[in-house]
């Protein structure tokens, strides 16, 4: 069953790094565009960084210089490395998977709260 399955999540201070993991089915991580969405209390849902089927990286500009994506193809997993994070990181995050296939699907994980703490 195609799903994704986020881990990695957790408390820091500020300043810290933490990293994210997510584990996709071999069809999610062959055909779609995958990225990591971040919502923070009482805001709305945001593109933190995203990795194009053929490995261009996005990243919004608030993340640049201090998170990296990545994919792993042997693993099926997407990274999300998290540096120098700060208050404003603190969200829940959640994997992405868009325009898979020729159906152009999507699918969604769970999601994983991040907590950045002073």
């Known amino acids: 069953q195609d799903q994704l399955s986020e881990s990695g999540g957790g408390s820091v201070e500020a300043g810290d790094s933490l990293n994210l993991s997510c584990t996709a089915s071999?069809?999610?991580?062959?055909?779609?565009?995958m990225g990591w969405f971040r919502q923070a209390l009482g805001k709305e849902r945001e593109l933190a960084a995203s990795?194009?089927?053929?490995?261009?990286?996005f990243y919004t500009d608030t993340v640049r210089g201090r998170f990296t994506v990545s994919r792993d193809d042997v693993l099926n997993t997407l990274h999300l490395q998290m540096t120098s994070l700060q208050i404003e990181d603190t969200a829940v995050y959640t994997c992405?998977?868009?325009?898979?296939?020729?159906?152009?699907?999507?699918?969604w994980g769970q999601g994983t709260q991040v907590t950045v703490s002073s």
């Open positions: 071999r069809y999610i991580i062959t055909t779609c565009h």
């Open positions: 992405a998977a868009w325009g898979c296939g020729p159906d152009f699907g999507a699918f």
């Open positions: 990795l194009t089927l053929g490995g261009t990286p």
